[in-house]
């Protein structure tokens, strides 16, 4: 297959995964200011938060799987214009229930992400799948990471709306650029999307290399759910007293680790999938005893998020790799059910993290992220001593070999 791929396809795709997840985290760092202005407080701050949550659950159970249905690049188009009408929602809610169906709208249709990267595994060339799938989903976190950083900014001089009013106008801008700029996703026969559906939980509960990848996947995000979503509490408190704008600029060393990891994709597309993932989960877990140090100088901890950034998207993309090379005529469908388990991980973590906090501080948010990391590395020593039910002999990288 000859690739059409091109740079200028690489960037406007890693920015439509980039803005489209930005619109269901982008309600964290100015949680208080919203739930303020919207009449909420406390517990049902949580609220918000789940609002984007449980829609972008909803979207990869139930529209992901259209990407082997119709065309991904009228579907990256058409989820990029209701995301940003979710946003648009959003920003203009005169009331709680209509901010949390805006926040739900648009975590509904930033399933685009996962559109995307079915898209990008599709469309690419088997030598030059696992870097543009680096690439690509290198936006994932850099929009996890970078909106922390606008929200903050943006929060502290124009109100939190104007956060959501930005992030709905790069939405409508980025459909448009991507219907401009991005070649038809031709296929001779597509599926039915009731078979789809189906065919999903089939694979889920047949399909060694997704179960694996999909419980790596879950405990790798419980452990970033853990970091940054729990972050904050020690930097607000004492000694440091740090505000919304300087916790958002520590999202900046994450970026880094998060660029670094692209590299995961060559390595990927080298065979190599598997040991990346064994070394990164080892070094996941060792970056928690260098973040759990945020006294009395917080380099320890600066280094220790740009380790655990870069472990987590190493991982992240060689899952994806191996994934779509061994499913390429339903990657959407695989997509979707492995991000399932990164969506229910996100949430473990973010909720365990400040009930670890709230009873033994911040030493005891870290040791539970390490615990989730190394839970990861067990699965992962597991699973390559099982046979593969497609198969015989053990889990394997898609490019050493065929793994169908």
Not at 191 to 196: I, K, L
Request: aromatic content about 8%.
């Amino acid at each position: 297959m000859p690739s059409t791929m091109t740079n200028g396809r690489r960037f406007v795709l890693a920015a439509v995964c980039a803005v489209a997840v930005s619109t269901i985290y982008a309600i964290q760092p100015v949680l208080e200011s919203a739930g303020s202005d919207l009449g909420l407080a406390g517990p049902a701050l949580g609220r918000l938060v789940a609002a984007g949550q449980l829609g972008y659950f909803a979207g990869l159970v139930l529209l992901v799987p259209l990407g082997d249905v119709f065309d991904r690049r009228r579907l990256i188009v058409g989820h990029l214009v209701l995301t940003g009408t979710g946003a648009a929602i959003t920003s203009l809610a005169p009331g709680a229930a209509t901010a949390g169906a805006g926040l739900a709208l648009a975590g509904l249709f930033a399933v685009v992400v996962q559109i995307t990267v079915a898209y990008v595994a599709a469309t690419s060339p088997a030598g030059e799948r696992g870097r543009n799938i680096g690439t690509v989903t290198s936006g994932v976190v850099l929009g996890i990471l970078g909106v922390r950083l606008l929200a903050g900014v943006l929060g502290d001089s124009l109100g939190w709306r104007a956060v959501y009013a930005v992030l709905a106008a790069l939405c409508l801008a980025l459909a448009l650029l991507a219907h401009v700029t991005l070649h038809p996703d031709t296929r001779p026969a597509r599926a039915r999307y009731r078979d789809v559906l189906a065919g999903a939980g089939r694979l889920v509960a047949t399909d060694r290399l997704l179960l694996g990848r999909g419980l790596i996947a879950f405990f790798l995000f419980a452990s970033f759910g853990t970091l940054w979503s729990g972050l904050a509490l020690p930097l607000g408190a004492a000694p440091w007293h740090f505000g919304t704008a300087a916790i958002g600029l520590f999202g900046l060393a994450g970026l880094i680790g998060a660029v670094a990891a692209a590299r995961a994709g060559v390595w990927a597309d080298a065979g190599r999938a598997q040991a990346v993932t064994g070394w990164s989960l080892a070094l996941l877990a060792v970056s928690w005893a260098l973040t759990a140090r945020t006294a009395p100088s917080l380099w320890p901890l600066l280094t220790g998020v740009v380790l655990l950034d870069f472990a987590v998207q190493a991982v992240h993309v060689s899952n994806q790799h191996l994934l779509t090379a061994a499913h390429p005529e339903r990657s959407s469908t695989v997509i979707g059910a492995y991000m399932a388990f990164y969506s229910l991980g996100s949430a473990l973590g973010a909720t365990t993290t400040t009930w670890a906090y709230a009873a033994e501080g911040w030493p005891a948010s870290c040791l539970l992220g390490a615990a989730y990391a190394l839970a990861a590395l067990a699965v992962w020593a597991a699973a390559r001593r099982l046979p593969d039910r497609r198969g015989p002999g053990p889990l394997h990288d898609v490019g050493k070999g065929p793994a169908r």
